[in-house]
């Protein structure tokens, strides 16, 4: 019986398959449906590993993409939040609330409706994202060192088509 071959330095089992070259990819992984199902596997799992490298708050990711989306965009009522986050406007309130009590953002008085207030972003807050944007990038880094340059060059294209097929 022999036994597949393992990448230099890596011993046999669960590792070496996860790190041994995969070989050519087939026709029948290129069929949409397999490609489909595979992609989405790798996908979920990749960012899950992502988005569990976090800031020192330890925030669950629906508070961490509402800390994003204002350092992205600015300063913004919570229904302007909810509508951009797919979340109903009650979530995105208790959500909100949270962050207010961490000191992560703060309300202020909106410009044109004095019923209303705006969310933004704290100096807290900010060193949160980047604190967590920070700690991905280095673990995505430390993983993408591992790689030839050739796999890397790999990635980077499909990082295009994948940014493509996600275009609305």
């Known amino acids: ?31 949409p449906r397999e490609l489909a199902g595979d992609m989405r596997v790798a996908v979920f799992r990749t960012a899950r590993r992502v988005r569990s490298e976090r800031g020192s708050a330890d925030l669950s990711d629906s508070q961490f993409s509402v800390l994003a989306w204002l350092h992205q965009n ?8 909810a509508e951009r986050q797919h979340v109903q406007p009650p979530s995105m309130t208790r959500t909100v609330n949270s962050l207010v009590e961490l000191g992560l953002v703060a309300k202020g008085e909106h410009p044109t409706d004095k019923r209303q207030v705006v969310v933004s972003l704290t100096e807290a807050g900010l060193a949160e994202v980047r604190e967590t944007r920070r700690r991905r990038d280095e673990w995505l880094t430390r993983r993408l060192a591992s790689f030839t340059p050739d796999e890397r060059a790999t990635l980077a294209e499909a990082t295009v088509l994948l940014r493509r097929l996600v275009a609305e």
């Open 1 to 31: 019986m022999t036994s597949a071959p393992v990448a230099p330095g890596v011993s046999g089992g669960a590792a070496a398959a996860s790190t041994a070259s995969a070989g050519p990819v087939t026709a029948k992984q290129c069929r």
């Open 74 to 81: 600015g300063p913004m009522a919570p229904g302007a939040l």
